[in-house]
């Protein structure tokens, strides 16, 4: 690995502890889960715009470039890139095209899934959870569910009903709680969506739609 190889591994690490770092303070004093933290959200501007200068350069920083640990961190950090759809669509097309061995199938599928959330699809895996309206941690919409195990048993996940208790029981353990009002939490929730560029607003698809039959 050449010096200039060398540094961008060293760099995608430092972007991805800043993050971890940046979290686990928010999380410790309870900020993290006001909303999306302007200061997390600093952080994963930031990282995204870097990441998007790498993949004009460079393409994505596969493992056989810059190391397994560094490869790591770069899917973490356009994992995060949330308030980028734009950058997580190219990255997840980039990461789809990757020769076998360089990008861990997991990886792949938790990017796709939480797009797919974002968009208002269902997620094929059941990586992508949040609060529900009974105040439980729960899996996000999820398209075909009858199949979901067999999908998850292919990507080396265990079965959903595993990780719904692994997951709540971890939340138990932070000092994060059910929103108070989950339905206005899922309206602001929606708002940035459509302000972000994830979702479009029912006269944005309406107009859609009547261009293509017009087409």
Do not use: C
């Amino acid at each position: 690995m050449d010096r200039e190889i060398q540094d961008l591994a060293a760099e995608l690490v430092r972007m991805a502890a800043e993050d971890a770092s940046v979290r686990e303070r928010l999380a410790h004093d309870g900020t993290l889960y006001e909303g999306y933290n302007p200061e997390m959200r600093a952080v994963h501007d930031r990282n995204a715009a870097r990441l998007a200068e790498i993949l004009d350069s460079r393409g994505w920083p596969m493992r056989s470039l810059v190391g397994e640990h560094a490869a790591r961190a770069a899917w973490l950090i356009l994992q995060h890139a949330i308030s980028h759809p734009g950058l997580q669509r190219r990255g997840l097309a980039l990461l789809k095209e990757a020769p076998a061995g360089e990008v861990a199938p997991v990886e792949i599928a938790m990017l796709e899934d939480r797009i797919r959330t974002y968009e208002g699809r269902g997620q094929l895996y059941g990586t992508q959870f949040d609060w529900d309206e009974k105040g439980e941690m729960s899996p996000l919409n999820i398209e075909d569910p009858d199949d979901v195990d067999e999908r998850r048993a292919a990507i080396n996940l265990p079965p959903l009903e595993e990780e719904i208790k692994r997951r709540r029981a971890a939340i138990s353990r932070t000092r994060e709680r059910p929103p108070a009002d989950w339905a206005a939490r899922k309206r602001k929730m929606e708002m940035w969506f459509r302000a972000v560029g994830w979702r479009k607003d029912e006269g944005e698809n309406r107009k859609a739609k009547s261009g293509r039959k017009g087409g």
